[in-house]
């Protein structure tokens, strides 16, 4: 079946036909459609043709008007005010459409696949090896996951890559430290033992390591001898040494264990084969120096390899520069992330780099993409976009810290939010007849849905309050309102017992059913706008406004009232049916469930 044509779609064809038709010169003009309260639609782009023509644009509006076609899809069109158009559609046009979308095998909604697919690398949920993940990886993880998911279902072959921290110097004192001290990590691993059930949680993997570091951290600070064997041992790890090696690879397998437990409980799918840090470069790095030196891109300056930009200088008024290689001959942050461009590029095909990343390292990338371009790695073909994030603030409006001033643990967070959620979900439970079983789920699909949502209904370049008391409220732009209005269209089917969802052309549409129809047939075009953009509050704030349409023709249009004609119920099922399933596809690619009961 191939993608439903939107409403608005037909009209704008309908719209460019006439105003063709009126004025040849305008051919290909945009009528500059949008949906208004006045009508179904309103056009608003025959003043500017009018002002370029030298023409009355009222009179102009009236010649349009007389070329449009009505009767099947524009059942009534008038010319209002200085030369808009106004639209209304018919009831028909409306129903036959939206059955279309509900007919899709796919289970796509008749959503269309993106005009022009390519390969997208998108760099998200970053976390740091033998370090615990805090509120501040939230934000990456859950707005990476879920562009992940939009530009898969437009079409889109996306490529993850989770850019973890596993190398540097802190490794070396790590390493020493166990060495010195081999008991500090007795406890097996899953992998070690063999057998799942024998295996560590990841709270006690990273609980075993963060003890680790505090004492490996206090003995490289306090004795002089240590610290000169701990940096001698990262020698040892850049140049491969085995032992070394095998002890750095088995705090990297204690980390993983701690990340796949917290993507677990943030609901997401992280893949080991996705996992490439830091360390996934280190062979390239030489080569993408030289590189850079023999173009000329980067230049030697007191002993590093450095490039330069004319309009990025200190508060001194000096260049600042991205310095790809130090003058001791390790490498900095840039020379890894510059041979991470260099792989995604040439070894994955991409066309397009995502890197979700911090608003604060915004001038890092910038430097790091201008660097990949004059070196030729970068061009009209192929381009790099950080989508940066703004911070999460607590409720007094500072970045959200614990009452000791500490960064809150990222489990924690999710921990009290699922609780907080849980205790919501168990006040309607008598009431639902839900099982324990089905509270402790629904509590955990509410909490972490409740985390998710506040996070991507904020465009990403906005900072947010974190403010659990409102994220598991009923009421206002939550999730829980969200899933709320989906568990209350699969009661409804619930209790309609034989009677189907049929669509009725031939029907005559109540005003909160026109409403609720022609904002369902925007899904499509939206999540394309959504996908180009990288935009998934643009989704949130859609299905806020869909679940806001139910609320309005639950309250005006009773669906199985015995008063109604039979196939009035079954429309109105129908409407009930197609709005429930956009709300649970638009959830899902937001990453969020959408429980049955609640």
Request: net charge negative; charged share 25%; hydrophobic share 40%.
């Amino acid at each position: 079946m191939p993608p439903v044509t939107s409403l608005t779609a037909h009209v704008h064809q309908r719209l460019a036909t006439a105003l063709t038709a009126a004025l040849p010169e305008t051919a290909d003009a945009d009528p500059l459609l949008r949906r208004s309260d006045r009508a179904d639609f309103q056009a608003n782009g025959i003043l500017a043709l009018a002002k370029k023509a030298k023409a009355n644009p009222r009179d102009l509006a009236t010649q349009v008007v007389d070329q449009v076609v009505t009767g099947d899809l524009i059942q009534d069109i008038e010319v209002s005010g200085p030369g808009f158009l106004n639209i209304t559609l018919t009831d028909r046009a409306i129903t036959e459409t939206l059955a279309a979308r509900a007919a899709d095998p796919a289970d796509r909604l008749g959503v269309p696949l993106t005009a022009h697919p390519g390969t997208t690398v998108i760099d998200y949920a970053q976390p740091n090896v033998a370090k615990e993940m805090h509120v501040g990886h939230l934000r990456s993880a859950v707005i990476g996951d879920a562009v992940v998911r939009i530009l898969e279902f437009v079409g889109e072959s996306v490529v993850r890559r989770h850019h973890i921290g596993d190398w540097g110097t802190q490794f070396g004192m790590l390493i020493q430290y166990l060495d010195e001290h081999p008991h500090e990590l007795d406890r097996k691993t899953a992998a070690d033992a063999g057998d799942t059930a024998t295996a560590e949680t990841g709270e006690e993997a990273m609980s075993n390591l963060n003890r680790l570091y505090k004492a490996a951290r206090t003995h490289f600070d306090s004795d002089e001898e240590f610290k000169t064997r701990a940096r001698r041992r990262v020698v040892d790890l850049q140049a491969g040494d085995a032992h070394t090696l095998a002890v750095w690879q088995r705090f990297v397998d204690e980390s993983k264990v701690y990340f796949f437990s917290v993507f677990e409980k943030l609901d997401m799918e992280i893949r080991d084969a996705d996992i490439v840090g830091e360390s996934g470069y280190n062979d390239m790095l030489d080569e993408t120096c030289r590189l850079l030196e023999e173009s000329g891109v980067a230049v030697r300056s007191e002993g590093a390899l450095c490039v330069f930009f004319d309009d990025v200088k200190g508060p001194d008024g000096n260049p600042v520069p991205l310095i790809v290689k130090k003058s001791d001959g390790g490498y900095g942050y840039a020379a890894t992330d510059l041979s991470a461009i260099r792989n995604r590029v040439f070894d994955l095909k991409a066309d397009t780099l995502l890197y979700v990343v911090d608003a604060r390292q915004s001038l890092h990338f910038k430097m790091v993409f201008e660097t990949a371009r004059r070196a030729g790695w970068l061009n009209e073909d192929t381009k790099a976009q950080q989508l940066a994030f703004g911070t999460v603030l607590g409720k007094d409006g500072k970045p959200f810290k614990t009452r000791e001033g500490e960064t809150v643990r990222l489990v924690d967070l999710l921990d009290e939010a699922i609780d907080r959620a849980t205790a919501v979900v168990r006040e309607k439970a008598e009431k639902m007849g839900l099982s324990e079983e089905e509270i402790v789920e629904n509590g955990r699909f509410v909490g972490v849905g409740a985390v998710k949502y506040a996070d991507l209904s904020t465009s990403a370049v906005r900072d947010y309050k974190f403010d659990l008391d409102q994220m598991v409220s009923l009421n206002g732009d939550t999730s829980v309102y969200l899933q709320y209005a989906y568990a209350r269209s699969r009661s409804i089917h619930r209790k309609a017992g034989d009677r189907r969802a049929v669509a009725h052309p031939e029907l005559a549409l109540a005003p909160a059913e026109r409403a609720l129809g022609l904002h369902l047939d925007q899904f499509g075009e939206l999540l394309l706008d959504v996908a180009s953009g990288y935009e998934p509050h643009k989704l949130a704030a859609y299905l806020y406004q869909l679940a806001s349409h139910l609320t309005t023709f639950y309250d005006q249009c009773h669906v199985l009232s015995d008063a109604n004609p039979a196939e009035v119920v079954e429309n109105r099922l129908f409407l009930v049916d197609l709005t429930a399933r956009t709300l649970h596809r638009g959830m899902a690619l937001l990453g969020i469930r959408t429980p049955e009961r609640l």
